[in-house]
């Protein structure tokens, strides 16, 4: 079965600190792939995504992610975290273009200062 | 362009009654989604249109959900009778074929 994985729940960083959150999938094929943001109260905001090409995938707001076919991973990353990243982050995949988007639980980012 | 919209944006009703949830997706998608996030399960997909056509229903958990596509600018998701189990955020969504862009959803409360 079609599945993505978030293994982190919660992540605590503080400001200015790098961050690293975790996402793995596991399909039948390569899946297109994608990180959401949602902070509290509003919809899904897509920060990127990997269709196919270079697996270093520049994002809004400063975001990167990775893609890693051998460890199955999407890995989402930024140097440096400011106050106003805390959210919810999602990973999602899809096996077509545009639908049927299979979520990870989400990790949520508490940012310190 | 307006972006994804959704109405109303806070539903509170009581259990028994009829809740009617709206979205509007952005002109030119021909793929929408109705999703609904709770704590215990996340995000689930309900179901979703292809040109206004029922593609995949197989998330719509049960009989008393229902949703429509009447045109390519608007639909509908309607629970009938509402259940305090129902309570959640709703979400549509709209594709461009690549990618899928999210409303701010319904927080619905059944009491």
């Known amino acids: 079965a079609q599945s993505v994985t978030q293994p982190d729940i919660h992540i605590t960083v503080s400001e200015g600190a790098s961050l690293e959150l975790r996402c793995n999938y596991s399909?039948?094929?390569?899946?297109?792939l994608f990180w959401y943001v949602q902070s509290p109260g509003q919809g899904l905001q897509l920060l990127l995504k990997y269709f196919s090409g270079d697996t270093l995938v520049q994002g809004i707001k400063g975001f990167e992610a990775e893609f890693k076919r051998s460890q199955s991973s999407f890995n989402l990353r930024k140097p440096s975290v400011h106050w106003s990243d805390a959210a919810e982050y999602f990973c999602a995949g899809s096996l077509q273009y545009g639908n049927k988007l299979v979520f990870g639980a989400g990790t949520i980012l508490r940012v310190k200062s | 362009d307006a972006g994804v919209i959704q109405s109303p944006r806070h539903e509170v009703t009581e259990m028994g009654q009829e809740v009617t949830l709206r979205c509007k997706p952005i002109s030119g998608h021909d793929y929408l989604f109705w999703y609904r996030q709770t704590m215990m399960r996340g995000l689930e997909l309900l179901i979703y249109?292809?040109?206004?056509?029922?593609?995949?229903d197989s998330g719509m958990p049960e009989d008393r959900f229902s949703a429509k596509m009447p045109n390519a600018s608007f639909s509908t998701l309607k629970i009938q009778p509402s259940e305090p189990r129902d309570s959640a955020v709703y979400f549509c969504?709209?594709?461009?074929?690549?990618?899928?862009?999210f409303g701010p959803g319904t927080r619905l409360l059944v009491l």
């Open positions: 249109f292809n040109n206004n056509v029922p593609i995949d």
């Open positions: 399909y039948g094929a390569t899946p297109y």
């Open positions: 969504a709209s594709s461009d074929r690549e990618t899928q862009y």
